[in-house]
């Protein structure tokens, strides 16, 4: 891909996520734009397996946009990083098209695994603020992870997953479009389960007056 067809698309998607966006010569401003031209740099030479120079490239990177993106990540088309301060993504990471992360978003391992050790992300993810997803496992197309949420298995597709650990609270068959970037209207179920036990000693209150 040529470096202004690249360019144009970040645009695009910086449009199209990013409401505070409002000139395209901004695009040159932004961490997540500077971090992609960073990763490509450094995963092709990783590629052509000059190791040293691709996490030299890489680490450069990290100090200019405090974004940790490994050389041998593997990231489709349509990415975006909102704010970006704080993300990593491990060497073994694979990430779908149209995938958007924000600030302090982690796509680690645990520690004790080997080869493909950081996880896999499928098509038109999201992933909110604060957010760890930590083991070789898949997080479904179309799904959410809920700010602050630490993933530690398998996510379906078209889910919601949030608390710590993290549990799908939420999973049906309707596609979650690109668009719909909302980190605070996710289900929380302690404050559900909260509501229902109020509503329950409400009505057991009730009961005993009435004796």
Known sequence: MGFVRFIKEEIDIIKERDP???????????????????YKIAHRLYE???????RWVSQRTVRKTGIEIHPGAVIG???FIDHGNGVIIGETAIIGENVTLYQGVTLGGTGKEHGKRHPTIGDNVMISAGAKVLGSFTVGENSKIGAGSVVLAEVPPN????????????????KVPREELDQCHLPDPIANELKELKSRIEQLEIAGKTK
């Open 77 to 79: 088309k349509g990415f």
């Open 159 to 174: 889910s919601t997953v949030v608390g710590v650990p993290g549990r799908v609270v939420k999973r049906d068959n309707i």
């Open 20 to 38: 505070a966006f409002k000139c395209w010569t901004e695009v040159f401003l932004y961490p997540s734009f500077k971090a992609m031209c960073g």
């Open 48 to 54: 052509k397996k000059h190791y040293f120079f691709a």
